[in-house]
């Protein structure tokens, strides 16, 4: 954050290289004005820089850690805003549908490909196996966190599940990606928690299976809370 008092200027922290290569300039120009007019300076400064500056202060949209998680923290924090257009979803070769007890439905195109650059489908069958089979029904979200919703657990509490092989892709976790939960051994995935990001999470990238995209029903995934039960999810 930079402040601006008079003809002195604080730079208390760099929020990125970017953003001080960007202001450094006309900064400096600016500091050597003793007038009001070095304001002006900044504030064109700040636009430039994509930074709002409020009052004597200069805001940078900057990224903010998240809570740690199954689906693991990281040093940057989503971006995005729950309800905005999700990726492409070129490549979905199956269709989820997720049937919410309190109503609502959840539509995911699944990458069940053989294209590892881009598919997980050992994920996908197993996937589609339990949800036809009738696992996942009555099953709960038991974990909800402003950036992501997390199910399908059969203890219900984020302990239970086994374990499969990890299968990375380079597909990106952005709104309305869905990923496999893992403990700490990146080679083995949980075979049944699934979570979705609310947000643009690039600090999941290929750190996590990333084997499906919503394709409908974002509005309900900001609706989840812990404990809303899972009435069906069937696979086509």
Request: charged content about 20%; hydrophobic content about 35%.
């Amino acid at each position: 954050m930079i402040v601006w008092r008079g003809a002195t200027l604080w730079r208390a922290n760099r929020v990125t290289d970017g953003y001080h290569k960007v202001m450094a300039g006309t900064f400096e120009e600016a500091n050597m004005n003793s007038t009001v007019s070095g304001t002006g300076l900044i504030r064109r400064a700040t636009r430039r820089a994509g930074m709002t500056l409020v009052g004597g202060l200069v805001l940078a949209s900057c990224e903010i850690a998240l809570p740690g998680s199954d689906a693991k923290q990281g040093g940057n924090s989503a971006t995005g805003a729950p309800g905005a257009v999700p990726q492409s979803i070129a490549g979905a070769s199956k269709t989820a549908t997720i049937e919410l007890e309190k109503g609502g439905i959840i539509t995911i195109g699944l990458f069940g490909g053989n294209d590892p650059k881009s598919d997980a489908p050992s994920t996908i069958k197993n996937f589609e196996a339990k949800a036809n089979q009738g696992f996942y029904n009555g099953l709960v979200f038991h974990r909800v966190e402003d950036w992501v919703v997390q199910g399908g657990d059969p203890k219900g509490d984020g302990t239970g599940g086994g374990q499969m092989a990890s299968e990375y892709n380079e597909r990106e976790f952005r709104v309305g990606a869905v990923g496999i939960a893992r403990g700490g051994d990146p080679r083995l995935n949980n075979d049944s928690q699934f979570f979705i990001v609310k947000r643009d999470s690039p600090h999941l990238n290929k750190m996590y299976t990333n084997f499906g995209q919503v394709t409908s029903g974002l509005e309900q995934i900001v609706k989840i809370a812990i404990g809303d039960k899972i009435k069906k999810i069937t696979v086509k």
